[in-house]
């Protein structure tokens, strides 16, 4: 059985094959932009006969410097793209294992694309939505 945590760390170290992405696999205090950060969402328990399998549901929130907006939103249209070396969706899906902890990840939306206030710093931000089966 996978635990949560290890989960989290899977998914921050696919996106750590994002060149100049930080990632967090625990929500830092002062997150420091390009940044990635992993945060489960809602586990829905046996989802197949005898408890065999559940399905966790992650959001990653990118955040990027918001110093100049056409620079901060061409960074997060590049990581909203569905292939390109800045893909989350390509990064996240390079293991879909999860080196062994899960038996599929999959990336489903993206929302929330705009501003986003983390303490007194006003961030560029995309939510990511994944959905990881596994034990």
């Known amino acids: 059985m996978a635990l949560l945590s290890e989960l989290r760390t899977g998914l921050a170290t696919n996106l750590a094959t994002?060149?100049?992405?930080?990632?967090a696999a625990?929500?830092?205090?002062?997150p420091n932009p390009p940044i990635a950060?992993?945060?489960p969402d809602s586990i829905a328990y046996d989802d197949t006969f005898g408890r065999g399998m559940q399905t966790y549901t992650f959001t990653v929130v990118?955040?990027?410097?918001r110093v100049v907006e056409r620079s901060a939103?061409?960074?997060?249209?590049?990581f909203c793209a569905s292939t390109g070396s800045s893909s989350i969706k390509l990064a996240l899906e390079?293991?879909?294992t999860l080196g062994g902890k899960?038996?599929?990840?999959?990336?489903?939306?993206?929302?929330?694309?705009?501003?986003?206030?983390?303490?007194?710093?006003?961030?560029?931000?995309?939510?990511?939505?994944?959905?990881c089966y596994s034990d």
């Open 102 to 131: 899960a038996y599929d990840v999959r990336v489903s939306e993206v929302r929330n694309y705009g501003e986003l206030l983390v303490g007194d710093v006003n961030y560029f931000s995309a939510e990511f939505i994944i959905l």
């Open 26 to 30: 625990i929500m830092p205090d002062n």
């Open 18 to 23: 994002i060149t100049g992405l930080r990632t």
């Open 73 to 78: 939103q061409n960074s997060i249209d590049a």
């Open 62 to 65: 990118v955040l990027v410097g």
């Open 94 to 96: 390079s293991d879909k």
């Open 37 to 39: 950060i992993v945060q």
